[in-house]
């Protein structure tokens, strides 16, 4: 192969260094930090927080200093595990940040290496190729048919030719072609950043789950708001006590308010991103999290998808000679013209594993290696429909014009008869049977140089010579991984650009499902919006695709109601990836346009990491579920504690202080949004068809089972309220069962909620390392609030006998442990 000499040489690593220190590092950021302060500030301004406030001000005005500072306290500890549930949140998109940075080529010490893109200094050798997005400014060295799409500074779609001297601007597109180019500006002094445009940071819209939530937490807070009302009115009209009424109404508002779903939803999708980096799975925004857990339709190119990616040449046909010959016929295929042209036409340093193959097949099968005797000096790129790509090659004596191509495309351009062009389609035919990609291969006859190159390659006179044959097998373990998708209910599509009898010859290799049907790129475009929604119903295989019928094929499968993941690579497949719901770019073939307009990036390119994503999408958000569920039943008796003994007149009517709810409260935050977060996925989830798109949070049977935890759970509270009530307990004692009663049910309730179909047989072999955690802290709490006098007078408890002990724990036990039996029974 062509050896590859570097004309530059580069900084050395003693300049990179001084320039670092000089230039800082290649970033900028035209947002708002989110730095300590605003997140303060964001914390005081929650309701919650500022009920806090009027109850501290209130406890203070009618001279009740003790309890006002246990607000004062109770108001730090918020703003304390706020901020720690913030930065969590925060670090782990900085994480994230971290994992997502994009890597590009530079020339330093003399050799060729690959460095994050944030490490650019002025000075630096860029080596850029086709579909990478332009670091840092700088200006070209030197380049081979480099064209650059500038839209993002200019606005214009047409993409911009460059030469020797001409500038580059960060965030530009190389679109076709390579470049060396000398990095100028970096930062905030490049023409993107003074612009103050980026990229990363447009806000993005609201998920549908994330504008549920918010729907349901401000519905509670009316319904609060009402309930404020009607405690302090009836408080108010049996004491006239303006102030006390205030208080109490207040404590009921405070039971009310689910503050914590919105911190858990926020938590639950920032960390879960984060945790999936680090198994290769890169989350450009964490609220695509959710959207993985939904995903019931995917879209998959075949090569390096569900093949290899490791090209072969596997047979060629020679025109002139009219024969097949296979590869390892290599005494047939020394020096054969059709293998030569068709390396010709490749780039000379190939990337792409078709022309690698190509090249290492030449290079195989020829007498004498003469490609570092010629220099490239015109190039037509990869273009149209089908596509073709030309390559112009010459040293002193002679002219090498190549092409290659689709060959309908091929066809085309050359001078052959009907019969010749059917003959030749059928042997293409005969050899995508065999699941090979087929290339059609021509050359320009050069009687003298041709130094006036025509505007399109449609215009050289072409002679056909022949094809080739590649093969690229199925991956080892992708009959597993489809096996995986439609055991979880996935339905999965194959979109490629090879032709019908290839694809469905690696289908079958593969285990991909289909009943044999397809249409092509051409019959999508042709089709009707209404017609192309039913044909995606039916037909799992689409062939000879371009990007624009991708893009159709998505479109009309998100108007069928389904969430689409669709996969791809290439520079072409930005359309259909921006456009699909999950946007899936591989990490190491990738190029930028796809992994920037992709929500999600596999970094090792294995298809069955697809499977671990929505795998921990949807275990996230089922444990988010399970987490707001537990949050409705738990606070569900908090509110009837409050409100029952109020509208029945009992003797005790306000036996809970705020103190009591902020300290129940700052219980549940904790619980919902760790532990919960910290569960793994149960065995069937995997196992469950998609969750649709249309449904609510919530299906109502599991709203009404949530409701009637909540209200089992109040009963039993209630009838130990009561029960200490008439028996002769005075209201210290009373409030004291009744709380111990609540804590221990909330402790049940976070063992029994950990699956709403499993037992707890079952799910105490889960694996949570919180666990321990939250049971040993729940046993210090009990105690605590019992033996320390200090704890009992803050909560106005006293200490119980174990006769009473029995009695708060029995009830508990009882009020949430029914919910075993009935999952029990339902097996």
Not at 297 to 314: F, H, P, Q, R, Y
Not at 560 to 565: I, K, L, S, T
Request: glycine share 6%.
């Amino acid at each position: 192969m062509q050896e590859k000499q570097l004309i530059f040489k580069g900084l050395t690593s003693n300049e990179v260094s001084a320039l670092q220190k000089q230039f800082g590092k290649n970033t900028f950021y035209t947002g708002t930090t989110r730095n300590l302060l605003l997140m303060f500030w964001d914390v005081v301004r929650e309701p919650m927080f500022m009920i806090l406030i009027v109850v501290c001000g209130i406890y203070f005005f009618l001279g009740n200093v003790y309890e006002g500072r246990i607000m004062l306290f109770a108001m730090m500890m918020v703003i304390a595990t706020s901020l720690y549930q913030e930065l969590r949140s925060a670090n782990a998109i900085k994480g994230l940040r971290r994992y997502t940075q994009g890597n590009i080529k530079v020339i330093r010490d003399g050799i060729e290496v690959e460095v994050i893109s944030e490490e650019l200094v002025p000075g630096d050798i860029m080596l850029l190729s086709e579909g990478e997005q332009i670091p840092a400014d700088g200006v070209v060295l030197q380049q081979n048919d480099c064209s650059v799409d500038e839209a993002i500074m200019t606005g214009e779609s047409i993409s911009v030719f460059k030469n020797v001297d001409s500038t580059l601007l960060q965030g530009t597109t190389i679109t076709s072609g390579m470049c060396y180019a000398k990095v100028t500006k970096i930062g905030n002094q490049t023409a993107l950043a003074k612009l103050g445009k980026s990229m990363e940071d447009i806000a993005p819209e609201k998920s549908l789950l994330q504008s549920q939530v918010n729907r349901f937490v401000q519905q509670m807070a009316l319904v609060g708001l009402v309930a404020f009302l009607v405690v302090f009115g009836i408080n108010y009209f049996s004491t006239n006590d303006l102030i006390i009424s205030l208080l109490f109404g207040l404590v009921m508002t405070m039971s009310l308010i689910p503050e914590e779903i919105p911190v858990a939803f926020s938590s639950f999708m920032a960390i879960g991103a984060y945790r999936m980096s680090r198994i290769g799975l890169l989350v450009k925004q964490p609220i695509t999290v959710e959207s993985l857990g939904s995903a019931s339709v995917i879209c998959l190119d075949k090569t390096g998808t569900i093949t290899e990616n490791a090209m072969s040449l596997a047979a060629v046909y020679d025109f002139k000679s009219n024969k097949i010959i296979t590869i390892n016929d290599s005494s047939n295929i020394a020096d054969n013209e059709v293998v030569a042209y068709s390396m010709w036409a490749s780039e000379a340093s190939p990337f792409d594993p078709m022309e690698k193959a190509l090249h290492e097949a030449y290079l195989q099968n020829t007498r004498i290696d003469v490609r570092d005797q010629y220099r490239m000096v015109h190039e037509y790129p990869l273009e149209g429909k089908p596509p073709m790509m030309t390559h112009v090659w010459e040293n002193a004596d002679h002219q090498v014009i190549a092409c290659k191509g689709a060959v309908e495309r091929i066809l085309r351009n050359a001078s052959l008869g009907k019969e010749e062009e059917r003959k030749i389609l059928a042997i293409t035919g005969e050899l995508a049977v065999k699941g090979y990609r087929i290339l059609g291969v021509a050359k320009v006859n050069i009687t003298e140089k041709i130094t006036d190159f025509p505007d399109h390659h449609d215009s050289f006179e072409w002679q056909f010579l022949g094809l080739v044959a590649l093969y690229d097998p199925p991956k080892k373990g992708i009959r597993k991984v489809f096996e995986q998708f439609y055991e979880a209910g996935i339905q999965v599509k194959m979109l490629t650009g090879d032709y019908a009898e290839t694809a469905v010859t690696i289908a079958n290799e593969s285990g991909f499902r289909n009943n044999g049907k397809f249409i092509t790129g051409d019959e999508t475009m042709a089709m009707s919006a209404t017609d192309l929604k039913q044909v995606v119903k039916e037909v799992d295989l689409f062939v000879r695709m371009f990007p624009e019928a991708k893009l159709q094929i998505v479109e009309a499968l998100k108007n069928n109601g389904e969430v689409v993941a669709m996969t791809g690579d290439g520079v072409n497949d930005g359309p259909a990836l921006k456009a699909a719901n999950i946007g899936v770019a591989m990490g190491n073939r990738g190029t930028d346009i796809a992994k920037r307009a992709a929500s999600l990036v596999i970094t090792d390119d294995n298809l069955d990491k697809m499977v671990d994503a929505i795998a921990n999408g949807r275990k996230i958000y089922h444990n988010l579920k399970k987490a707001i569920r537990y949050i409705i039943s738990i606070h569900i008796p908090i509110i009837l504690m409050v409100l029952i003994p109020l509208l029945l007149n009992w003797p005790f009517k306000n036996i809970f202080t705020p103190v009591h709810i902020i300290f129940l409260e700052m219980i549940m935050g904790p619980t919902c949004s760790i532990f919960f977060e910290n569960e793994p996925m149960e065995i069937r989830t995997m196992k469950r068809r998609p969750r649709r798109r249309s449904e609510g949070l919530f299906s109502w049977r599991e709203l009404s089972g949530s409701i009637l935890q909540g209200l089992i759970i109040s009963i039993g509270v209630l009838g130990v309220y009561f029960w200490a009530m008439t028996t002769g307990h005075d209201e210290d004692v009373t409030r004291t069962m009744a709380f111990i009663t609540l804590i221990i049910s909330n402790v049940y309730l976070t063992l029994v909620n950990r699956s709403f179909q499993e037992t707890i047989i079952n799910t105490i072999r889960y694996k949570n390392n919180l666990l321990p955690v939250v049971l040993v802290a729940s046993m210090v709490l009990l105690v605590c609030l019992q033996f320390i006098p200090f704890v009992r007078v803050t909560f106005h408890l006293t200490p119980l006998d174990w006769h009473d002990w029995l009695i708060a724990a029995a009830v508990a036990f009882v009020s949430v442990f029914w919910f075993e039996a009935y999952k029990f029974f339902k097996k």
